[in-house]
Each structure stands twice: as structure tokens, then as C-alpha cells.
């Protein structure tokens, strides 16, 4: 059995009709940029999230940028986040010219730790940038209690998060700005690239709005230098028809991520993700991530570790060998897994370049040597949960 990481097909098979009639929809149309599916996918989105203003734009990174932009942060400002997470979160607080502080996570959710922020808060600190990782809501409510105490902007990164809540409130809607992705693999995909900000702020919703057409308020009247960001017609008519649907997917992702729990429940060596959620926190379940702990026993392949280590640029950070070679041993039994991430964004070449000095982040770089990610998506079969599992359990238990 081949089981991929992620798949459309059986999705496409479901819903590829709606999706044709509304691509074709926009092309006879002959409206590629703005229009009707772009506005009625702002203001269904806003709704979703419970949120005044939604503007769409070209990516979860544009989004990023725009929302920095917007509450005008830049060179001088420094901007607290996580290093465990995709670069684009850390990339766009340095293509502001602010600069990241980067954070260690909580081992027990991979989420920023709250309890370590307020030593890294200082006179140039202007934001916290938060990052619901893998569908897993942060603590907003303490978070935000904090940025009220010391008066600075938060910004949610909810690019995996699309779906998740916290205390009955939408992940976008409890910090001043969202930032949400569209990419196919996200909770809530479009057909390419796309991405959106949420805010209850109108002079905020203005601003980004500006901002992503080259910061014009008015046809070729041009208020500041901005960007070309916008979400085009065809990915708006896509979202149009898949955001009802998310809920579903939603709850699909949930049982999926339920049923894991049971088939890996007391495998030694491995740690499952977030075995103690809060009653709080609703998770969308973008990625079902586990630890593969150092101990492992894994004698019967130790063998191979210097041609995996041949094939693997990542294979110098501590604990990874024990990980990489069970990845390694599922694709050969047809389970594709994939690694978020390999290196922290503390440690990666381009912040090196940019002599970017960073303390150590002991939980971080130990996460990015044993997390691995196993298929989750809503139309991944009960056939398919068992066979990842028992994969791993004949690996493990020989």
C-alpha cells in the first residue's frame, strides 16, 4: 500500500465538479483580479472568523508582511516569535527590517512558551508573533493579557490554524492582526497561492488593503511604497467553494488524529503530540506530529547510518539518526512521512549571513531532531491510519 502525506484526489473527486463550474465561472467572466468571488470570499472568511475585515491577498507570507507593515514595524523594532516553525514567520519580520527574537517553544505542545516572553521584552520589543503550530491554538488569553501589560501588538500566525479556536474564539480574531494561508496542503487550500489578514481594526483593514495594491488609496494616487498582493478571482472562487466545507474536514481531521492516538497509544520510543489538550483549545489537526526519542530501539538498522547520513543534509543535529532512519524505513514500506521542520530558523545559512546572534534554544533544536509528521488529511481511510501504524509498530517491535 502507498500512502502519500497529503492528497486531493479523493477530494477533487468529491467536490471537482463545483470546483470546474466555478473556475469557468471567472474565466468567461473575464474578471481575474478582484470582483464578485473576491468579495464575497472576504466577507465569508471575515464571518468564519469572527472578524470585522478580511483582505485577501498572494500568501500566507504576503500576509505576514502586510500585517507588519500595517502596524508599522520596522528597522530599529524587534518582533518576539518562535524559531520552530516554517522560515516565512521569521522572514517577514526581517523583510521589514525589524528584527526576530526568537523564543524557545514549550516541549509539551511546540508552541512559543509563554513563560519565557517576558524576559525577552525589551525597550525596541513592538510584537508578539505567535504561531498556532500545526493547527495547535496558543494560549491567547494569557498571551493577550501579557501585550496589554506591556503594550505591544500581536499578530497571529495561523497559516496551519485555519479551522481552530481558542475559548470559543476563532484563531485571527484575538490578536490585532491573522495572517492566513491558502496553499493546497493547508486546512482551507486554494488551487495555487493565496492568503488573507484578519483584523477588527478598520484603520488596520484599511491599510493592509492599501498596502497590497502598491499603497494606493485611490487609482494611480500612491501613498507609500507597497506591494502587488492580491488574491486573484479563480483561487477566490476555489475558497468560495471549499470554506463550507472546512468545519467537516475539520472534525474529519480531528477523528483522524483521534484514531492515531489509539493506534500508537503506549508504542515505546515515541511520544504522541499534545496527549493533554486544554478544554479550551479546539485544534485543527494540520499535521499529526510525533517525537521519535533518542532511546529508541532501533539496533536492527544502525547499520545503515552512513548512507543515510550521505543522503541527508540535516543529519549533524543531535538525536536526528534514530528519527531519519524510521522515516527511511516507512517510505520503503510506502508510508510517506514528512519532517516539520529539519533546521530551526535560528539556525538556518540565511540568518548566519545576516550575522544574526541567537542564545540557544535547547527544546527547539531537540524538536527538529525527532518530530515527524504521518499522513493526515480528511480523506485519509481507516485502511490507510492502520497500515501507517502497523508500519511503524513492526519497525519498532521487532
Not at 233 to 253: C, D, E, F, T
Amino acid at each position: 500500500m502507498q500512502v502519500p502525506p497529503f492528497s486531493l484526489q479523493k477530494q477533487l473527486s468529491e467536490i471537482g465538479q463545483e470546483l470546474d463550474s466555478a473556475v469557468c465561472r471567472v474565466i468567461n467572466s473575464g474578471h481575474f483580479i478582484g470582483g464578485e468571488e473576491v468579495k464575497n470570499f472576504e466577507a465569508s472568511f471575515a464571518e468564519a472568523c469572527n472578524v470585522r475585515y478580511s483582505i485577501g491577498c498572494n500568501s500566507g507570507t504576503d500576509a505576514l508582511v502586510l500585517a507588519l507593515r500595517a502596524l508599522d514595524i520596522g528597522p530599529g523594532d524587534e518582533v518576539i516569535t518562535t524559531s520552530f516553525s516554517f522560515f516565512a514567520t521569521a522572514e517577514a519580520i526581517s523583510n521589514v527590517g525589524a528584527k526576530p527574537v526568537f523564543v524557545d517553544v514549550d516541549p509539551n505542545n511546540y508552541l512559543l512558551d509563554l513563560k519565557l516572553i517576558k524576559q525577552s521584552i525589551n525597550s525596541s520589543t513592538k510584537a508578539i508573533l505567535p504561531v498556532h503550530l500545526f493547527g495547535c491554538p496558543i494560549n491567547m488569553t494569557e498571551l493577550v493579557s501579557l501585550a496589554k501589560e506591556k503594550g505591544l501588538r500581536i499578530i497571529e500566525d495561523c497559516a496551519q490554524a485555519a479551522g481552530s479556536s481558542w475559548c470559543g474564539k476563532s484563531v485571527g480574531s484575538m490578536g490585532d492582526v491573522g495572517c492566513f494561508s491558502f496553499f493546497p496542503t493547508k486546512n482551507l487550500g486554494a488551487g495555487g497561492d493565496g492568503g488573507a489578514v484578519t483584523t477588527n481594526d478598520p484603520d488596520i483593514a484599511k491599510r493592509i488593503r492599501e498596502l497590497a495594491v502598491h499603497g494606493m488609496p485611490q487609482r494611480y494616487f500612491h501613498t507609500e511604497l507597497g506591494y502587488n498582493s492580491r488574491l486573484d478571482s479563480i483561487q477566490a472562487a476555489i475558497l468560495n467553494v471549499k470554506l463550507p466545507l472546512l468545519p467537516k474536514w475539520i472534525r474529519k481531521r480531528q477523528q483522524i488524529a483521534e484514531k492515531y492516538h489509539d493506534l500508537l497509544d503506549g508504542l515505546e520510543g515515541l511520544e504522541l503530540p499534545f496527549s493533554s489538550l486544554e478544554s479550551d483549545q479546539i485544534h485543527s489537526w494540520n499535521q499529526y506530529v510525533i517525537r521519535v526519542k533518542d532511546d529508541l530501539k532501533f539496533d536492527q538498522i544502525k547499520e545503515e547510518n552512513s548512507d543515510l547520513e550521505m543522503q541527508n543534509p540535516f543529519f549533524n543535529l543531535p538525536n536526528s539518526k534514530t528519527r531519519d532512519l524510521l522515516k527511511k524505513k516507512l517510505y520503503e514500506k510506502g508510508v510517506n512521512t514528512i519532517i516539520y521542520y529539519p533546521i530551526p530558523i535560528h539556525l538556518q545559512p540565511a540568518y548566519k549571513e545576516l550575522n544574526y546572534i541567537s542564545k540557544s534554544l535547547p527544546h527547539t533544536e531537540n524538536l527538529c531532531s525527532q518530530v515527524l509528521s504521518l499522513p493526515i488529511f480528511p480523506e485519509l481511510s481507516i485502511e490507510e491510519q492502520e497500515y501507517v501504524a502497523n508500519s511503524i509498530k513492526q519497525l519498532l517491535e521487532r
